[in-house]
């Protein structure tokens, strides 16, 4: 049997046997996309009320609620790496906000860059695809999304106490041996950085460069492959 659907509800959720209005959009998907019928059970969640089954009640196509029943997950504090990444084209952004949130990031910072191929974000957008990765990866909590600023303000911005590990091509870097606490990954555009921004990653006190391999990886892959390097040195130093 399939599981019950998850819907990120940015709502108070509780107490039992309360009813959640869900909007015109949310009915639509659960009754029209999945077919739910009146009664079916749904999970409704959010990073403050954790997850709760409720049952479908639908009054119109388009109208119709959550009534809670019971909480099957309380709150639970995320940790994960922070992404700093430039913006790349539609779909490839796309992918990064999608495999990035179902690997645990917990921020997003898209960052302009000498040779960043796009200069504007759309942050509605990228919350949306947050959710829909956060429903389906059971995760309770939407990673945060930065507006779009400049790598040097990112970087005059740094906490210099949380490493930031820059995934560098071509480049001899020695092997990560541990991460612990907060970390962040850094993935160029497809361009890769410049001569100049590489200089200026090479004087920041917390940049540590990592390399991703031989190969030479499509910047929405070296974000899947750079956050799975670093998930697997934090799991080998608990
Ligand atoms: N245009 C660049 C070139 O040909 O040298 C390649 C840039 S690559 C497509 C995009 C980004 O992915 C890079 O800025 C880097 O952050 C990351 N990347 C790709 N392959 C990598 C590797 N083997 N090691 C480390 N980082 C890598």
């Given at each position: 049997m399939q599981d019950a659907p998850r819907l990120y509800l940015d709502l108070p959720l509780s107490p039992e046997g309360e009813g959640v209005v869900l909007n015109a959009d949310q009915m639509r998907y659960l009754a029209?996309?999945?077919r739910l019928q009146n009664g079916d059970i749904l999970h409704v969640f959010n990073e403050e009320a954790g997850e709760w089954e409720a049952q479908l009640e639908i009054h119109r196509k388009d109208r119709g609620q959550a009534v809670l029943r019971t909480r099957v997950r309380p709150p639970e504090e995320t940790s994960g790496p922070v992404l700093v990444f430039a913006p790349l084209k539609r779909d490839a952004t796309d992918l990064v906000l999608r495999m990035g949130t179902e690997m645990g990031v917990t921020r997003f910072c898209p960052v302009i860059t000498e040779?960043?191929?796009?200069?504007?974000?759309?942050a509605d957008r990228f919350r949306a695809i947050a959710i829909e990765a956060a429903e389906q990866c059971e995760r309770l909590d939407i990673p945060h999304i930065d507006p779009l600023r400049s790598l040097t303000q990112l970087l005059d911005e740094w906490d210099d106490q949380i490493p930031l590990f820059a995934a560098l091509e071509r480049q001899e870097c020695p092997d990560v041996a541990r991460v612990v606490g907060n970390h962040a990954l850094l993935v160029g555009p497809e361009g890769g950085f410049s001569e100049s921004e590489r200089r200026l990653l090479s004087a920041q006190k917390a940049i540590i460069p990592i390399s991703l391999g031989k190969r030479i990886l499509r910047a929405d892959t070296a974000v899947v492959a750079g956050l799975a390097r670093l998930a697997f040195y934090v799991s080998q130093s608990i």
């Open positions: 029209t996309v999945l040779r960043t191929n796009t200069h504007r974000i759309n």
